[in-house]
């Protein structure tokens, strides 16, 4: 065996001894809210958890990228911004019943924060061609990020001409 397999082989160790690490930190961030009396399957916290799971989960996702890619601090620094400046806004924005904005809040938070974990998942590739060049399984993302905008370009067109006509937005 030579040196190149040893390194190799530890880099393979390294990384599986980090998704265990961050696993189980994110099982437990996930428990930590029934200390304070939410509880994952009772109805009145539901919606805690409905806004809350990307934000218990994916900073793990991402921080396990950051740690492999061996990232800069800029990019960190803006990842660990953003998942910080959402958790804020989710959080803190208040909702009334039926809670219509923190349904939709809680999907759009998913789609923003897998975003943000592909930034950490591509390195420092993220800013060129050839992070869409990459042949490797988040290929998937890109893809799909890319049928979703039109997506989303129809429903901001839904909001800003149709919702002020139903509604008598002036």
């Known amino acids: ?63 396990f990228f950051i740690i492999k890619n061996k990232l800069n601090w800029k990019i960190i620094a803006a990842i660990v911004g953003i998942f910080i400046a959402v958790t804020a806004a989710v959080d803190f924005y208040p909702s009334y019943s039926p809670n219509n904005t923190e349904f939709l809040s809680g999907i759009h938070l998913l789609i923003l924060l897998w975003l943000v974990t592909g930034v950490a998942y591509s390195g420092h590739e993220w800013r060129t061609s050839r992070y869409f060049a990459k042949k490797i399984e988040f290929i998937r993302l890109k893809i799909w990020q890319t049928f979703y905008l039109y997506i989303y370009a129809a429903w901001m067109a839904v909001v800003v001409f149709v919702f002020p006509v139903i509604f008598g937005f002036r």
Not at 3 to 14: E, G, H, P, T
Not at 19 to 25: D, K
């Open 1 to 63: 065996m030579d040196s190149s397999d040893k390194k190799a082989k530890n880099q393979n160790y390294r990384n599986i001894i980090l998704v265990i690490v961050f696993s189980l930190l994110a099982g437990t961030l996930i428990k930590i809210p029934e200390l304070f009396g939410y509880h994952i399957f009772e109805p009145s916290s539901m919606l805690f958890y409905y806004k809350n799971i990307g934000l218990m989960i994916l900073p793990f996702v991402a921080g």
